[in-house]
């Protein structure tokens, strides 16, 4: 799991989904916008459309939770929170592709708020 410090409120989230822009990768779509704080937060969402079986989404999760944990270290100075909403084809891939999907999604993101 990711620490507490780095999880949004459900407050911040909802703003996220209504104000944040949007960017997409293979396996995610991002909604994120800047923070005032010197650390990133991060949110998992995962609907019942991935997988009926609650065993699926939340091992999906549990992938995503681990790749954020993992990355977090270079994000710790960025200023982004950002809402995670993993697609369909999350459910059959492999830890080294969400983090290595992940990773992309990330760098994209930073270098577009620099």
Do not use: H
């Not at 009926?52 to 994000?75: H, P, Q, S």
């Not at 459910?91 to 290595?100: A, G, L, R, T, Y």
């Amino acid at each position: 799991m990711i620490s507490k410090k780095i999880k949004l409120k459900g407050e911040e989230i909802k703003y996220i989904l209504e104000k944040g822009l949007e960017a997409t990768s293979k396996l995610f779509i991002a909604r994120y916008n800047k923070n005032n704080r010197n650390s990133g937060g991060f949110c998992v969402i995962i609907s019942r459309k991935i997988s009926n079986k609650a065993v699926d989404r939340n091992k999906a999760r549990r992938k995503i939770f681990e790749a954020i944990r993992l990355i977090n270290k270079e994000l710790e100075s960025k200023d982004l929170n950002i809402v995670l909403i993993p697609k369909k084809l999350i459910v059959n891939k492999e830890f080294s592709e969400i983090k290595q999907d992940l990773e992309v999604l990330i760098t994209k993101l930073t270098n577009k708020n620099g």
